[in-house]
């Protein structure tokens, strides 16, 4: 009777995870990956002069393609506003959405989204003009404050003025390149957004030294990739390439050491890409070398953070909760065994 239950448990699962196959299925016969980012925001998702984007999310998107087709170059960019993303991605017109956006509740549930695992432990923030005179948020009464409609902002703001016991105006634009351009131009006193997006985005105004970020934190943001409802299989190919580069990290193993470590690393080592007897890959319906594809392409997770947002990039950003949990973070890898 055991034996029995086993067999039809496991016909279930398999029989439920060829159902929802299909995006995958859907990704090699186009041969390429779709990937939903931002309009533009230095550091995260940002074309150049030539159309070729670049960044920390669109990392994310060319490990997939690795781990896919042993190609990161097998992606299209589609760049989305906050109100356009989440339709593109429930209606199938993006295979992923990796554009600086917040898990949550409503989104999780309600908007029919899965979330990876977080690639960025953000939280929204102030800047100012220096002339403004300001110091702390709490100086704010009154102002008039840009942001973006359709993003966390928009509601942190207004539940942050409300506990205050503070008024403000706001200036809410769709784009996000409108509400820097309303800020830059002097429309508003506030610009309201993710600390990383207020960093990356000072880099282009016209006279950056001219503005500061004041002390508070108003709210978490962890930032995360998300695919649509209803295709574990897919769900769990973003989630695992993902775990991959922070695991990769904690083991040591990065672009450019992985030919030595597949062959002396240890078995977990060994296991993370694909030179021991175990195929994570079939598990997925991946090639057994889909982690060091991935890693080979982009480097482990502290190598794309240095890339695009570390200490020696224009942004400048320090780890801080985004290092490893052994390192004073809380990015920590589930085991891929």
Avoid at 299 to 327: D, K, Q, S
Wanted: hydrophobic residues 40%.
């Amino acid at each position: 009777m055991m034996n029995k239950l086993l067999f039809t448990t496991a016909t279930l699962a398999l029989a439920s995870g060829a159902a929802f196959a299909a995006t995958l299925d859907d990704v090699k016969a186009r041969g390429e990956l779709v990937c939903g980012v931002t309009q533009g925001v230095p550091g995260f998702s940002n074309p150049d002069d030539a159309g070729d984007w670049s960044g920390f999310d669109v990392d994310v998107c060319r490990a997939i393609a690795a781990a896919i087709f042993d190609d990161a170059d097998a992606v299209r960019y589609v760049p989305l506003s906050n109100t356009e993303r989440f339709t593109a991605l429930q209606s199938g017109e993006v295979d992923i959405l990796s554009r600086t956006t917040t898990r949550t509740l409503n989104r999780d549930t309600a908007l029919g989204l899965n979330f990876a695992p977080v690639m960025f432990y953000d939280g929204q923030g102030f800047m100012v003009r220096d002339t403004l005179g300001v110091t702390s948020a709490l100086e704010l009464d009154g102002a008039t404050v840009c942001v973006s409609s359709g993003s966390t902002s928009e509601l942190n703001v207004a539940d942050y003025f409300n506990a205050q016991g503070m008024t403000y105006s706001p200036v809410r634009f769709e784009r996000a390149d409108e509400v820097l351009a309303a800020y830059d131009a002097g429309r508003c006193d506030v610009y309201t957004s993710d600390l990383s997006g207020l960093a990356a985005r000072r880099l282009v105004m016209e006279n950056p030294a001219e503005h500061v970020m004041l002390p508070e934190t108003i709210s978490k943001e962890p930032l995360a990739p998300a695919v649509r409802h209803g295709d574990d299989q897919w769900f769990d190919i973003v989630t695992w390439v993902i775990t991959a580069l922070i695991g990769a990290e904690e083991m040591g193993v990065t672009s450019e050491n992985i030919a030595e470590m597949a062959e002396n690393g240890s078995p977990d080592v060994k296991r993370l890409l694909g030179s021991s007897d175990d195929n994570t890959g079939e598990w997925m319906g991946l090639e057994q070398d889909w982690a060091a594809r991935a890693i080979a392409a982009v480097g482990n997770y502290g190598e794309i953070w240095e890339a695009h947002l570390g200490l020696n990039t224009p942004l400048e950003i320090e780890r801080g909760l985004n290092a490893l949990y052994t390192e004073g973070g809380i990015q920590y890898a589930m085991p891929i065994k």
